[in-house]
């Protein structure tokens, strides 16, 4: 079926997929900006519940439904996470006070020009073409980490101020997903590790040493979950940059990690060409952190833009010639 109908489809039966109690709730579809996108949101709400699920998106039950073609599977599945996800949520979401927060706020990247309309709604702090948002962390388990993004709603019902939420978020994120750092064949051997084929020669080729100015180096935090962050940490810059010997280009892989090299490796208009293709092809819409490369130098201890990239947005639509008008007159 094609996406309107499954659309209707979901909207009509997602409650003979829920418990009793649910049969007078009301069901509605609404556009909700997530990061770098704008998804249709499947809102249940029962009387006396502002909401009584957290939201279903609808697009990608989608894309489940076009990989296995079982719907009843699909709809089963999205009731049954909504429900378990909703009890958590209902657990902390009510208790964000400025305690709660002030101990689980962490920091996070996202692309400024693709999220302009969703940062109107949450404090943020510009840090380049990218800006810092901020998630509460209401559980961490087995299952991952479950976490809500800080609203100005939020931050003005905790009574907070957004300098006072970056201090916390600053504290938090080095504390509780400390930065980490070390060569991307390290983080490729680990991974490989853990699998059942046979990698041998792979392996093999990953033992061999390269040199520190020729390696890829990881910026990500302990968990490798929104750690593009770390490079907000200018000290573990600094050190790669004084043990390699020469300044840093960084590469945005995604919203959970960048890539360091040495500026010797390239130069910043060929390897954003790279990373353009590379977020293209290989990293999911909502994973994309930006098509530029940042310098960083090691002598004045700054990260500073080395290109600026105004041709594509994350999702490749081309910026109309206008909006880049535009955009050169603010920087004048």
């Known amino acids: 079926m094609d996406y309107e109908i499954f659309k209707e489809m979901v909207q009509d039966r997602i409650k003979d997929y829920l418990p009793e109690d649910y049969g007078s709730a009301v069901t509605d579809v609404k556009k909700v900006h997530k990061v770098n996108q ?3 949101s499947l809102v249940i709400t029962r009387e006396g519940n502002k909401a009584a699920l957290p939201n279903i998106y609808i697009d990608d039950l989608y894309e ?7 719907f009843e599977r699909v709809i089963k599945e999205a009731a049954d996470n909504a429900q378990r996800y909703g ?31 969703m ?3 949450v404090p943020h ?9 901020y998630r509460f962390i209401a559980r961490q388990d087995s299952s991952g980490i479950h976490s809500v993004i800080i609203t100005n709603k939020i931050m003005e019902e905790a009574g907070l101020s957004s300098d006072r939420l970056f201090q916390y978020a600053a504290e938090n994120t080095k504390k509780l997903f400390p930065v980490r750092v070390l060569p991307m064949k390290d983080l490729l051997t680990e991974a490989l590790a ?6 041998g020669a792979v392996m093999e080729m990953l033992q061999q040493e390269i040199s520190p100015e020729e390696t890829i180096w990881v910026i990500t935090n302990s968990n490798g979950i929104n750690g593009a962050a770390s490079v ?19 590469l945005p892989s995604s919203v959970h990690e960048v890539l360091a090299v040495s500026v010797d ?8 060409e790279m990373v353009y293709e590379t977020n293209m092809s290989s990293v999911p819409l909502g994973e994309r952190l930006s098509n530029n490369v940042y310098h960083y130098d090691k002598g004045m201890r700054k990260m500073s833009m080395a290109t600026d990239v105004t041709r594509k947005n994350l999702d490749g639509e081309r910026i109309f010639p206008a909006a880049i008008q535009d955009n050169n007159r603010q920087k004048r």
């Open 38 to 40: 704008v998804k249709d």
């Open 64 to 70: 489940e439904y076009k990989k296995c073609g079982n």
């Open 87 to 117: 009890s958590i949520i209902q657990e902390t979401v009510p208790d964000l006070d400025k305690d709660r927060i002030k101990n689980n706020v962490v920091m996070c990247l996202v692309n400024t020009a693709q999220n302009m309309e």
């Open 119 to 121: 940062l109107q709604d």
């Open 125 to 133: 702090r510009p840090f380049h073409d990218l800006s810092v948002i």
């Open 194 to 199: 853990g699998m059942e084929e046979d990698y």
């Open 232 to 250: 907000l940490y200018e000290e573990n810059l600094h050190q790669l940059a004084e043990g390699i010997g020469t300044d840093l280009y960084i």
């Open 265 to 272: 490796m390239g130069n910043p208009e060929n390897l954003a």
